[in-house]
C-alpha cells in the first residue's frame, strides 16, 4: 500500500485509544523557567522544541521536533552547530524559488543528519507592520513571493524526508501583548493577503504540517479558529496535513472541535489541554470518535507522504557545501539601495578606508529568539542585550568571520582602520584621515519583542551624520531585519542593505562592495521615509500593560505595504522590488494577452560591462473595479554583458480578481485591466491595457 491517505486510515484502525490520544500533544523536553529535563522524554532526545510519542509495535515513529526558520536551531548543548542561514527577508530579496529549495534541502538534511523529523521553520507572515521584531525571519510583505518562497523551502526540507510546515495562521504581525491582541479585519481582505500566501505555499510545497497563531482573528483564539483552520484551510484550501498550535497557545480542549489538532509544548499552558481535559471530553461523548480519528490521521498521512517511517541511514553532512548556500542566499540578498557617483565597488587603488561601528571587527549579527542558529564553529562574539521571563537572557549574537577581516583580504595594497564608533569624536577624526568611510550600521532585532521605532539605536544616525560631514564619500552598510529611517540618506554616496546575513555573511558584504559579486537583491518589502507613511502611526499594544486584551484593525485589509503606497499615491523612500545593480537592463517586445487570465512576455538584455542578475517584475496596476496594485509574476535571470533572454509570466487568477465572501469563490469582473513590466513597484518600465473576461473559479 503506497497511497498515504489509504495507509493512515488502516494505521489508525488498529491503533488504540490511549495511542491515538498519547499523539495529539507534543512535550518540550526542557521546561522554560526551570530548564528541569520532562520525565516522558527518552533521556538520549537533545533539548529540541518538542517531542511527540510514536506507536513502535505499529512501525509509528516519534515525532522530533526542532526550530529551523533559520537552521536547525540550537539546543542547551553549546556543541550543537549547524549552517546559520540569512534571515528569511533576505532570502525573499533573492527572489528565487530555486534557492528557497536548497536552503530547504539542507535544513533537511542537517534535520535527518541529527536524527530530527518535523521542522518548525516556514515562517510566511506577511510584513504588516515595520517594527515587529520577527519580520526578519518572515520572507516578505507579498502573498505571491511569500507563498512561492515558502514553498520551495517546504519541498526542499520534505525532499529530505523530514515534514516541514508554515506559519503562523494568521496575521501574527507583531510581538507586543501578541498573546491578548485581536487581529480584525475582512474577512476577503484576510483570502487575499495573508491567506493567500499560506494557500500558494500549501498548493506548492505541499507541507505535511501548519502551525497556528498565538492572536486573536476577529475574535477568535487563531488556535481555535474554526472559520480560518477548518472552513479555510483544510476544507477551501485543501490542506491535507496536521494544523499544530503554536507554544503556550492553546486555552481550552474544545479547541479540538474548531480545526486545531496538535497541542505543542503542553506543558506551557495552564493544562495540558489536548492530554487528559481532551480525553476526558471524548469519554463524556462531547468530541465524536470520528473527530479523534481525523486528527490522527492527518498526522499519520504526512508521515507516510514524506517517509519518515522508512528512512535509510543519514548521510555525513557536507559542512562547505552547506556554507556555499547560506554564501549563496547573503550574495543574492543583499541589496543596493543608493550609489550615487558610482561610489560602488570600491576602486582597488584606494589607499585608505576607515571601517566604523557595528562590532565590524568581530563579525555578523543574528536576530535571535527560535530562529538563532549556532553556527559551526561557535559564535565570534555574544553580547548580553535584555532578558525575558520566558526566553530568558537575550544576547546579541555575531558569526564570524567579520567584515573588517573580509574586505583586508580582498584589498591588500588599502589600509583599512577600525573604529568602534563609540565615541563619535573619535570616529570623525578617523574619517578625516580616509578617502573612503564605510559606516557599519546595526540593530539587534528578535522574537517576543518589537522596536519602538524605525531609528537605528545607540546613536548611530547621529555617527553617520557626523563622518558625512567630514568625508562626502560615506558607505552605510545596513545589518537590520526591518526598514529603518534614513534621516542621512542625502548626506551619504552609497547604502547596501545585507539584513542578518548569517554565517557567510561577512565574506558577501565584502565581495559586494569590492565588485567581486554583482549585487542583485530586490528589497521584498516597502521601506517607508518614516512610520507617519504606514498604515499604523502606533505600535499595536505598547502602551497599554502586558495581559491587556487589545485590538488592531488592520483596516488597509489586503492593500500590505507596496500595494498600500499606490493606494495613498506615496512615495516610499525605496520601494517594494528595488535593488540596483554594477550593471545595466533594458527591457522590449512587451507582449500582454488577456482573456482567462494574463499571459505577458519580453526580453531582457544586459546592456552593461558586467555579467549580473536582473528581476523584471509584473504588476497588474488598474483593474476593472478601479485602482488595484498586485505582484502578478517575477523570474530571475542571469545574463552575461550584451546578451538577451525571452521570458514570459503567466499570472495566477487570484491575483486580477477578489474574493466573494458570498460565495466563497473568487470572482473576476469583466473589463479592461492595466499591466505593467517594472523594475520595482514604483518603477514602471511599460505598460499595456488588456481585456479580461468574467470568471467565478475556485475556493
Known amino acids: 500500500?503506497?497511497?498515504?491517505?489509504?495507509?493512515?486510515?488502516?494505521?489508525?484502525?488498529?491503533?488504540?485509544?490511549?495511542?491515538?490520544?498519547?499523539?495529539?500533544?507534543?512535550?518540550?523536553?526542557?521546561?522554560?523557567?526551570?530548564?528541569?529535563?520532562?520525565?516522558r522524554v527518552p533521556a538520549h532526545v537533545p533539548a529540541i522544541a518538542g517531542y511527540v510519542h510514536g506507536v513502535p509495535r505499529l512501525g509509528i515513529p516519534p515525532?522530533?521536533?526542532?526550530?529551523?526558520?533559520?537552521?536547525?536551531?540550537?539546543?542547551?548543548?553549546?556543541?550543537?552547530?549547524?549552517?546559520?542561514?540569512?534571515?528569511?527577508?533576505?532570502?525573499?530579496?533573492?527572489?528565487?524559488?530555486?534557492?528557497a529549495r536548497a536552503a530547504g534541502s539542507l535544513i533537511g538534511k542537517e534535520m535527518r543528519e541529527r536524527g530530527f523529523n518535523v521542522a518548525l521553520g516556514g515562517g510566511i507572515n506577511l510584513v504588516r507592520e515595520v517594527r515587529n521584531g520577527r519580520n526578519f525571519e518572515y520572507v516578505s510583505e507579498d502573498p505571491l513571493l511569500s507563498g512561492k518562497l515558502g514553498a520551495g523551502l517546504v519541498s526542499g526540507t520534505q525532499a529530505e524526508g523530514v515534514i516541514a510546515l508554515v506559519k503562523h495562521v494568521s496575521l501574527n504581525a507583531s510581538e507586543t501583548n501578541k498573546f491578548f491582541l485581536d487581529a480584525i479585519i475582512d474577512p476577503a481582505a484576510h483570502r487575499e493577503s495573508d491567506l493567500l500566501a499560506f494557500q500558494i505555499?500549501?498548493?506548492?510545497?505541499?507541507?505535511?504540517?501548519?502551525?497556528?497563531?498565538?492572536?486573536?482573528?476577529?475574535?477568535?483564539?487563531?488556535?481555535?479558529?474554526?472559520?480560518?483552520?477548518?472552513?479555510?484551510?483544510?476544507?477551501?484550501?485543501?490542506?491535507?496535513?496536521?494544523?499544530?498550535?503554536?507554544?503556550?497557545?492553546?486555552?481550552?480542549?474544545?479547541?479540538?472541535?474548531?480545526?486545531?489538532?496538535?497541542?505543542?509544548?503542553?506543558?506551557?499552558?495552564?493544562?495540558?489541554w489536548f492530554n487528559e481535559p481532551l480525553r476526558r471530553a471524548f469519554d463524556e461523548g462531547r468530541v465524536p470518535r470520528e473527530r479523534i480519528s481525523e486528527m490522527v490521521q492527518r498526522m499519520l498521512r504526512s508521515y507516510f507522504?514524506?517517509?519518515?517511517?522508512?528512512?535509510?541511514?543519514?548521510?555525513?553532512?557536507?559542512?562547505?557545501?552547506?556554507?556555499?548556500?547560506?554564501?549563496?542566499?547573503?550574495?543574492?540578498?543583499?541589496?543596493?539601495?543608493?550609489?550615487?557617483?558610482?561610489?560602488?565597488?570600491?576602486?582597488?587603488?584606494?589607499?585608505?578606508?576607515?571601517?566604523?561601528?557595528?562590532?565590524?571587527?568581530?563579525?555578523?549579527?543574528?536576530?535571535?529568539?527560535?530562529?538563532?542558529?549556532?553556527?559551526r564553529g561557535g559564535y565570534a562574539a555574544e553580547v548580553p542585550f535584555r532578558s525575558h521571563p520566558l526566553l530568558g537572557a537575550t544576547s546579541m549574537c555575531f558569526s564570524g568571520p567579520s567584515p573588517l577581516a573580509e574586505l583586508r583580504a580582498r584589498l591588500p595594497g588599502t589600509t583599512i582602520d577600525f573604529d568602534s564608533g563609540a565615541h563619535i569624536a573619535d570616529a570623525v577624526v578617523l574619517a578625516a584621515k580616509a578617502e573612503i568611510v564605510i559606516v557599519n550600521a546595526i540593530r539587534h532585532e528578535g522574537e517576543r519583542f518589537d522596536c519602538p521605532d524605525m531609528t537605528l539605536p545607540y546613536g548611530q544616525d547621529d555617527l553617520i551624520d557626523a563622518v558625512a560631514r567630514v568625508n562626502p564619500n560615506v558607505v552605510v552598510v545596513l545589518q537590520t531585519g526591518n526598514p529603518i529611517a534614513m534621516p542621512w540618506r542625502d548626506k551619504v554616496r552609497a547604502i547596501v542593505q545585507a539584513w542578518f546575513p548569517g554565517q557567510a555573511?561577512?565574506?558577501?558584504?565584502?565581495?559586494?562592495?569590492?565588485?567581486?559579486?554583482?549585487?542583485?537583491?530586490?528589497?521584498?518589502?516597502?521601506?517607508?521615509?518614516?512610520?507617519?507613511?504606514?498604515?499604523?502611526?502606533?505600535?499595536?499594544?505598547?502602551?497599554?500593560?502586558?495581559?491587556?486584551?487589545?485590538?488592531?484593525?488592520y483596516d488597509e485589509g489586503a492593500e500590505v505595504g507596496y500595494r498600500w503606497f499606490a493606494q495613498r499615491g506615496n512615495q516610499p523612500m525605496f520601494a517594494f522590488g528595488h535593488g540596483m545593480s554594477y550593471t545595466d537592463f533594458a527591457y522590449s517586445d512587451f507582449a500582454v494577452s488577456g482573456g482567462d487570465t494574463v499571459t505577458a512576455s519580453f526580453t531582457v538584455t544586459n546592456t552593461g560591462p558586467r555579467d549580473g542578475d536582473d528581476v523584471p517584475q509584473l504588476y497588474l496596476t488598474h483593474a476593472a473595479e478601479g485602482m488595484r496594485m498586485r505582484l502578478l509574476g517575477f523570474e530571475r535571470v542571469w545574463l552575461r554583458a550584451g546578451t538577451s533572454v525571452r521570458v514570459s509570466m503567466v499570472a495566477d487568477p487570484r491575483?486580477?480578481?477578489?474574493?466573494?465572501?458570498?460565495?466563497?469563490?473568487?470572482?473576476?469582473?469583466?473589463?479592461?485591466?492595466?499591466?505593467?513590466?517594472?523594475?520595482?513597484?514604483?518603477?514602471?518600465?511599460?505598460?499595456?491595457?488588456?481585456?479580461l473576461e468574467h470568471r467565478e473559479f475556485g475556493r
Request: glycine share 8%.
Open 305 to 375: 507522504a514524506v517517509g519518515i517511517d522508512r528512512q535509510s541511514a543519514a548521510e555525513p553532512i557536507d559542512a562547505n557545501a552547506h556554507n556555499d548556500v547560506a554564501l549563496e542566499i547573503a550574495r543574492k540578498g543583499i541589496v543596493l539601495l543608493q550609489n550615487r557617483h558610482a561610489m560602488l565597488p570600491l576602486a582597488r587603488n584606494t589607499r585608505r578606508i576607515a571601517l566604523i561601528g557595528g562590532f565590524a571587527q568581530v563579525g555578523v549579527l543574528s536576530g535571535s529568539g527560535s530562529s538563532q542558529v549556532r553556527p
Open 1 to 39: 500500500m503506497t497511497d498515504p491517505d489509504e495507509r493512515a486510515r488502516e494505521v489508525e484502525a488498529r491503533m488504540t485509544d490511549d495511542e491515538r490520544f498519547s499523539m495529539l500533544y507534543s512535550l518540550m523536553v526542557r521546561i522554560f523557567g526551570t530548564n528541569a529535563r520532562e520525565p
Open 505 to 553: 555573511g561577512a565574506q558577501a558584504i565584502a565581495e559586494v562592495l569590492t565588485g567581486d559579486v554583482n549585487p542583485s537583491g530586490r528589497l521584498p518589502v516597502t521601506f517607508p521615509v518614516s512610520v507617519d507613511q504606514t498604515p499604523h502611526l502606533r505600535l499595536p499594544g505598547a502602551d497599554v500593560e502586558l495581559g491587556t486584551p487589545i485590538q488592531v484593525r
Open 63 to 99: 515525532l522530533l521536533l526542532a526550530d529551523t526558520s533559520l537552521g536547525v536551531r540550537a539546543t542547551h548543548d553549546a556543541n550543537d552547530m549547524a549552517t546559520a542561514l540569512p534571515a528569511g527577508l533576505a532570502l525573499g530579496a533573492t527572489f528565487d524559488p530555486a534557492l
Open 655 to 691: 491575483l486580477l480578481g477578489c474574493f466573494d465572501e458570498t460565495s466563497g469563490r473568487w470572482r473576476i469582473r469583466e473589463g479592461d485591466y492595466r499591466i505593467a513590466l517594472a523594475r520595482s513597484a514604483a518603477h514602471h518600465v511599460v505598460d499595456e491595457t488588456v481585456r
Open 201 to 272: 505555499a500549501i498548493e506548492d510545497g505541499r507541507p505535511g504540517a501548519l502551525m497556528a497563531a498565538y492572536n486573536l482573528v476577529n475574535g477568535e483564539y487563531a488556535c481555535g479558529n474554526k472559520r480560518i483552520l477548518q472552513d479555510t484551510v483544510k476544507d477551501a484550501m485543501g490542506f491535507k496535513g496536521w494544523v499544530m498550535s503554536d507554544w503556550r497557545a492553546v486555552n481550552s480542549w474544545d479547541f479540538a472541535l474548531k480545526g486545531l489538532d496538535q497541542h505543542s509544548g503542553a506543558q506551557l499552558d495552564e493544562c495540558e
